[in-house]
């Protein structure tokens, strides 16, 4: 055992000699404060010409651009005493600066959306442009050979954070924005595109005009940090979608101009919305199709003949209506909308339907009527008006079979007391006939007015 320790002695002896010696030369090598004259951007001081750079010396060139920036901002800013200003101080704090920030907004570009009717949200998926001046990013092309500084993580330098603001109370969770692409020019000018994920709710007031109606979604967005320097700028061109991933799934989709607040007691702020209409018509088909053939039918219903036939259609009319009524349930119920609207085609599927159920009712009374067998005759003037109306509107001039048969049995008949009361019935079904034309005539006009007014 005694042995063992004493060879393991002997060896940590020999590694620490060693290691002194290697330590001693190095130190002779490369002597303290040696390391420190070192630069690596010194090797970029003879470049006259960026193009013979290879691609990771181009990048290490942007890097040292970059530190002699920031580097300058440093020494700048010392009286604040804050650590990396250059990414944490807005450029109003740069010499000669001024006191807001002018953040302008280019094109807004739409990629991607989705719509939930049940919850009458829409979210929205893009990129925008957007620029600001940063004179503290400001170099001297002449000594740099480049005209243009490409950042590569957005936590270098400044940038405004911005976000959506549902209401006029917080943030919603389920916006996210990501500031990639941010670019420099010698001036100072900062370029960046800023990809959005933004949610919102929706304006369905417009459900009247279902299945043609729009949903109007509208955004709103707000500095998150320096809200006080921010001032946002347009440059007027409306929202845009992108044709390379852009996909409408049967909806019409606009953006409006964005606007933006420049009332100063209050935060900037810039506003834009966007405009979805349905155009799927096969939809539009489906259900005006129902519409207008049950309304069709129920207008015509009055030119078919008799007064018996006239309500045997009515109610096959009422029927198809019906089920028309069913369709529409199933395809509308679940997109109601947010307001009391009614959809025009279900309001006029709604007047049709009342119309056509208050014709069957007179249609059922005035025939009821006409088959009371009466002794006397009709008023004289009763008569005549009921010659004139059969006469003239010869829709109206119809007799049933049983009329007619009525009438040839009291002509068969020897007792002109029979052929007196055969002759009155005659009178009073035709008086009852021009009756009958008249009221459904007068129901299928305020039908037509009503049609026109709620359109």
Request: overall charge neutral; glycine content about 4%; charged content about 15%.
């Given at each position: 055992?005694?042995?063992?320790?004493?060879?393991?002695?002997?060896?940590?002896?020999?590694?620490?000699?060693?290691?002194?010696?290697?330590?001693?030369?190095?130190?002779?090598?490369?002597?303290?404060?040696?390391?420190?004259?070192?630069?690596?951007?010194?090797?970029?001081?003879?470049?006259?010409?960026?193009?013979?750079?290879?691609?990771?010396?181009?990048?290490?060139?942007?890097?040292?651009?970059?530190?002699?920036?920031?580097?300058?901002?440093?020494?700048?800013?010392?009286?604040?005493?804050?650590?990396?200003?250059?990414?944490?101080?807005?450029?109003?704090?740069?010499?000669?600066?001024?006191?807001s920030v002018k953040v302008q907004i280019g094109q807004i570009t739409l990629q991607h959306f989705q719509l939930n009717e049940f919850l009458k949200d829409l979210q929205i998926v893009g990129y925008m442009q957007m620029e600001w001046e940063d004179k503290r990013l400001a170099w001297d092309p002449s000594q740099w050979k480049v005209d243009k500084l490409k950042i590569?993580?957005?936590?270098?330098?400044?940038?405004?954070?911005?976000?959506?603001?549902?209401?006029?109370?917080?943030?919603?969770?389920?916006?996210?924005?990501?500031?990639?692409?941010?670019?420099?020019?010698?001036?100072?000018?900062?370029?960046?595109?800023?990809?959005?994920?933004?949610?919102?709710?929706?304006?369905?007031?417009?459900?009247?005009?279902?299945?043609?109606?729009?949903?109007?979604?509208?955004?709103?967005?707000?500095?998150?940090?320096?809200?006080?320097?921010?001032?946002?700028?347009?440059?007027?061109?409306?929202?845009?979608?992108?044709?390379?991933?852009?996909?409408?799934?049967?909806?019409?989709?606009?953006?409006?101009?964005?606007?933006?607040?420049?009332?100063?007691?209050?935060?900037?702020?810039?506003?834009?919305?966007?405009?979805?209409?349905?155009?799927?018509?096969?939809?539009?088909?489906?259900?005006?199709?129902?519409?207008?053939?049950?309304?069709?039918?129920?207008?015509?219903?009055?030119?078919?003949?008799?007064?018996?036939?006239?309500?045997?259609?009515?109610?096959?009319?009422?029927?198809?209506?019906?089920?028309?009524?069913?369709?529409?349930?199933?395809?509308?119920?679940?997109?109601?909308?947010?307001?009391?609207?009614?959809?025009?085609?279900?309001?006029?599927?709604?007047?049709?339907?009342?119309?056509?159920?208050?014709?069957?009712?007179?249609?059922?009374?005035?025939?009821?009527?006409?088959?009371?067998?009466?002794?006397?005759?009709?008023?004289?003037?009763?008569?005549?008006?009921?010659?004139?109306?059969?006469?003239?509107?010869?829709?109206?001039?119809?007799?049933?079979?049983?009329?007619?048969?009525?009438?040839?049995?009291?002509?068969?008949?020897?007792?002109?007391?029979s052929f007196s009361g055969s002759r009155y019935q005659a009178d009073w079904e035709a008086a009852f006939v021009a009756i009958h034309g008249l009221v459904t005539s007068l129901i299928i006009l305020i039908f037509l007015l009503g049609y026109l007014l709620i359109n």
């Amino acid at each position: 055992m005694l042995a063992i320790v004493t060879r393991m002695r002997k060896s940590l002896s020999t590694l620490a000699l060693l290691c002194a010696a290697l330590f001693g030369y190095a130190f002779a090598q490369f002597p303290p404060g040696a390391g420190t004259s070192l630069d690596v951007c010194k090797y970029f001081e003879n470049v006259t010409d960026v193009q013979t750079l290879t691609s990771h010396e181009y990048v290490a060139y942007e890097q040292c651009l970059y530190y002699f920036l920031a580097n300058k901002a440093q020494h700048t800013n010392v009286r604040f005493g804050t650590i990396h200003p250059i990414a944490t101080l807005p450029p109003t704090y740069a010499e000669d600066a001024p006191k807001s920030v002018k953040v302008q907004i280019g094109q807004i570009t739409l990629q991607h959306f989705q719509l939930n009717e049940f919850l009458k949200d829409l979210q929205i998926v893009g990129y925008m442009q957007m620029e600001w001046e940063d004179k503290r990013l400001a170099w001297d092309p002449s000594q740099w050979k480049v005209d243009k500084l490409k950042i590569h993580a957005a936590s270098h330098i400044w940038i405004p954070v911005l976000s959506s603001q549902a209401f006029d109370t917080s943030l919603r969770n389920d916006d996210a924005m990501e500031v990639r692409k941010i670019t420099v020019s010698p001036r100072g000018n900062v370029s960046a595109i800023v990809s959005y994920s933004l949610k919102t709710f929706c304006d369905d007031t417009d459900f009247r005009h279902y299945p043609m109606d729009i949903y109007k979604c509208c955004y709103q967005l707000e500095p998150h940090f320096h809200q006080e320097i921010i001032e946002f700028g347009i440059d007027g061109q409306p929202v845009f979608t992108d044709p390379k991933y852009f996909r409408d799934y049967g909806w019409s989709v606009s953006g409006t101009i964005p606007t933006v607040n420049l009332d100063p007691r209050v935060v900037s702020q810039l506003n834009f919305c966007i405009n979805l209409q349905r155009s799927t018509n096969s939809v539009k088909i489906e259900l005006s199709v129902a519409t207008w053939v049950g309304s069709i039918l129920f207008v015509c219903s009055i030119f078919i003949g008799s007064i018996r036939n006239q309500i045997l259609v009515k109610l096959f009319v009422l029927l198809l209506q019906f089920l028309a009524l069913q369709l529409f349930s199933n395809r509308i119920a679940p997109h109601l909308g947010a307001s009391a609207a009614t959809p025009v085609l279900l309001a006029v599927h709604e007047f049709a339907m009342v119309m056509n159920t208050l014709s069957i009712v007179a249609s059922v009374i005035i025939l009821m009527m006409s088959r009371i067998r009466r002794t006397l005759p009709p008023w004289n003037w009763l008569i005549k008006a009921s010659q004139i109306v059969n006469r003239f509107v010869c829709v109206f001039n119809t007799v049933g079979e049983s009329d007619e048969v009525e009438m040839e049995k009291g002509g068969n008949s020897p007792s002109s007391n029979s052929f007196s009361g055969s002759r009155y019935q005659a009178d009073w079904e035709a008086a009852f006939v021009a009756i009958h034309g008249l009221v459904t005539s007068l129901i299928i006009l305020i039908f037509l007015l009503g049609y026109l007014l709620i359109n």
